[in-house]
T-cell receptor, first 114, second 109 residues
């Protein structure tokens, strides 16, 4: 595997289900990100992990719970979601160094909440 | 506050040239990125500008004017495979990326 991988690619879940999204980066980067992408809206940064420490949590509802067990893996645990949470969830990684932060993205998980 | 704006959709003809504009407002600026995203795929890096001027990379060029809060992506000799969304994002004072909503570019034969 190369780059950033995400599983599953597609997920349909009911509002009472619990599921998890997985992201793995094979680039040796020190930061990982979860974004939400909705149609015709900017990418919304949800969580940032820098050196495995969560450094950003942009007012994300508690029904989304991130986990970063090591610098290569990132999870997003989902429970009691709402239909408006249906979106493309993108994971990204970067090597944060000084004044440059090019981010590398995975293919995303297309989530549908019924 | 912070704000970034780009057109929602543009249409161009195969073989032609198209310019996608991006304007932004921020108190802290550390560079501007352009990404390409094909439908159902990951955004991929196209260019990065931190100083004023034009950066050329093959058929794609990106321009930045920091004083005007303005950037554009110029695509030459358009090909059908260039049909995609183009995302601009600036890096703020915390080195986080603030994203525009993307411009969907439709290429017609």
């Amino acid at each position: 595997e190369t780059g950033v991988t995400q599983t599953p690619r597609h997920l349909v879940m009911g509002m009472t289900n619990k599921k998890s999204l997985k992201c793995e980066q094979h680039l040796g980067h020190n930061a990982m990100y979860w974004y939400k992408q909705s149609a015709k809206k900017p990418l919304e940064l949800m969580f940032v992990y820098n050196f495995k420490e969560q450094t950003e949590n942009n007012s994300v509802p508690s029904r989304f719970s991130p986990e970063c067990p090591n610098s290569s893996h990132l999870f997003l645990h989902l429970h009691t979601l709402q239909p408006e949470d249906s979106a493309l969830y993108l994971c990204a990684s970067s090597q944060v160094r000084g004044d440059y932060n090019e981010q590398f993205f995975g293919p995303g998980t297309r989530l549908t909440v019924l | 506050g912070q704000n970034i704006d780009q057109p929602t959709e543009m249409t161009a003809t195969e073989g032609a040239i198209v310019q996608i504009n991006c304007t932004y407002q921020t108190s802290g600026f550390n560079g501007l990125f352009w990404y390409q995203q094909h439908a159902g795929e990951a955004p991929t890096f196209l260019s990065y500008n931190v100083l004023d001027g034009l950066e050329e990379k093959g058929r794609f060029s990106s321009f930045l004017s920091r004083s005007k809060g303005y950037s554009y992506l110029l695509l030459k000799e358009l090909q059908m495979k260039d049909s995609a969304s183009y995302l601009c994002a600036f890096m703020d004072s915390n080195y986080q990326l603030i994203w525009g909503a993307g411009t969907k570019l439709i290429i017609k034969p």
